[in-house]
């Protein structure tokens, strides 16, 4: 029963999962999933679950304590004690052997413990606040790069793709080419070395070609890891390369509005330099005195046999009050060198603060010009493709004229395939400079 229960519990996730997969995913679903399923995403949630439960730790230190002892002692040879003889009529100096006690006893006792004042907890639990916010932060920086590294995987998948389509288009037209330049040259109406040109030149392109469709399956294999999927899943991209790059051509993202309290790195250093303040404030407090207070309350019992669980067993209570004061007087300096290399500690992570204020500014602009450059890039390289294509076009028509060689067709080939890569790479950058920029900008 338990199993079917939990049978219709998990279902509807597996089925989730596995509908998502048949029907493909857009960037943004890629990218929505990978932030539930990414290994590293989910360890960073464990980080904050741990850091919760480290947080109640430190103030469960402080609060009431109790605990509880049994114990049990069977003496097989009990110790033998001589007093003088004459106690009990003897002889004056001959002595009596005699045993005390019961050579079986036990006794249980509870003790309860109240930490009264202790300056290092106190900074313990102020502490924890920063440790919380530190993991929150570190799950938020991971976000911010699986993020990143489904974009970019995303995008190398369309690029493998696209890459693919096209060489495979360059190498039919290269065959067509090359059948007919054969055929006249078997007709004495051409030159051996139009044909090896052309050969060249197929090869070259088959070795691409297959090299791209290799990089189609490692691409998308390493997409599927990031997002969390087992790398064999047949994952479908329903984005094409195209419509992706004109989605992410944003010139308003240039001219946001930045706040560097929003970025994720420099929320870690400012937690660094919060866990700086508070190792300090530790290190002072271990000068000044802590008190405990604690009552406790037992029983002991005595017997020559094992009968300490009989009803009719006599036990004898106790219990005790006290307190513990422990004043630190001196520790040949121990404690202000402790002291002054926090302070040292702090100021070095002020100075950090600041450098990663600066960098954290300079990344910016970066990005910026990155962004608008890989735009320019993106808008040159798709003229020049329109140019090249124009270009190998006429040396085509040129050279079944015989008013080109085959070398100027070639050279004309591999400019325009050279171009196509091109091409393709800079919509790829534009892809993942605009995301860089939003991971700066914290959008």
Known sequence: MRTIILLLVIAPSLFWRAQSQENGYSLDEAIAYALEYNYSVINAERDIIDAQKQ????????????????????????????????????EPGTFQEVVFG??????????????????????????????LSYSQN?????????????????GNVLLAQESASILQKDKENLEKTLFETKKVFENGLGDEESV??????????????????????????????????AIESNTILTENLDELTQKQINLGLLDSEFNMENNVDFKLVKNLNEQRYFELKLAKSRALPSLNAFVNYGGNSFSDNFNFLSSGQQWFESSILGVDLNIPIFSSLGRSASTQRAKIALEKAKTQLTE??????????NAKSDYTLSIEEYETSKQNL???????????????EGLATSFELRQAQTQLYATQQEYLQSMVDVINRKTALEIVLNQ
Not at 104 to 128: E, H, M, P, R
Not at 386 to 392: D, F, K, N, T
């Open 55 to 90: 947080k109640w730790e430190t103030i469960a230190t402080g609060l009431p304590q109790i605990s509880g002892a049994i114990g049990y002692q069977n003496q097989l040879i009990q110790p033998v004690t001589q007093i003088p003889a004459e106690f009990f009529g003897g």
């Open 102 to 131: 019961q050579a079986q006893s036990a006794n249980a006792t509870a003790t309860l413990k109240q930490q009264i004042f202790d300056g290092s907890y106190i900074v313990g639990v102020q502490a924890t606040k920063t440790f």
């Open 138 to 154: 570190n799950k938020e920086k991971t976000d911010l790069d699986v993020r990143k590294a489904v974009v970019e995987a995303y």
């Open 196 to 229: 090896d040109q052309l050969q060249i030149t197929l090869s070259s392109i088959e070795n691409q070609l297959k090299n791209a469709i290799r990089l189609k399956k490692i691409t998308m294999q390493m997409l599927n890891l990031i997002m969390g999927i």
């Open 356 to 365: 990663a204020q600066e960098q954290i500014r300079l990344q910016l602009e």
């Open 386 to 400: 329109e140019l090249a294509e124009r270009i190998e076009n006429k040396n085509q028509i040129k050279f079944k």
